[in-house]
């Protein structure tokens, strides 16, 4: 994935290749970190909620509307939180929880489904370990890769 292309190019032909970029990349990252300010991690979104923001990209940024087969896509992302492979830390801001997205019910069904529901993995910061940025998303979430 590569954070310097436009995302209304990147976006050109719809949400669900950019979805498949995502699976792709973590597929192949075992191990990252995100911090999310603002809303729901993209990884820990509902059906509902994910094609809430997707019509939202849509809808700003006016390319093509293919929302249905994005949010498939971002739901196939959810498989690496389950694989036992692949482990991620992930911070979300408390504005998360209060930035009303697609309404009351929306809303419920997100903050039954977690992230409160999740059980998080607590590790200690490791003196000397780095972290390389990989992508700035355009949630404002911050992924990043071990270093190597």
């Known amino acids: 994935m590569t ?3 436009p995302w209304q190019e990147r976006l050109s032909a719809g949400t669900e290749a950019v979805q498949d970029e ?3 990349w973590y597929q192949e990252t075992p191990e990252g970190q995100a911090y999310v300010p603002t809303m729901i991690w993209g990884t820990l979104q509902t059906e509902a909620y994910a094609t809430v923001i997707l019509g939202q990209v849509v809808d700003f940024l006016g390319v093509p509307d293919d929302v249905p087969a994005g949010v498939a896509k971002r739901m196939q992302r959810q498989q690496v ?3 036992g492979e692949h482990h991620y830390d992930v911070i979300l801001g408390e504005q998360a929880l209060y930035t009303n997205i697609g309404g009351p019910e929306v809303m419920r069904e ?3 489904r ?4 999740l059980t998080a993995r607590t590790r ?3 003196p000397g370990r780095k972290w390389r940025p990989s992508v700035l998303s355009a949630s404002g ?3 990043a ?3 190597a």
């Open 145 to 147: 890769r071990p270093a």
């Open 81 to 83: 939180l389950y694989d």
């Open 114 to 117: 977690g992230p409160a529901r």
């Open 110 to 112: 997100q903050m039954d």
């Open 124 to 126: 200690a910061a490791t």
């Open 22 to 24: 995502v699976i792709r």
């Open 3 to 5: 954070s310097s292309v």
């Open 141 to 143: 979430a911050q992924l």
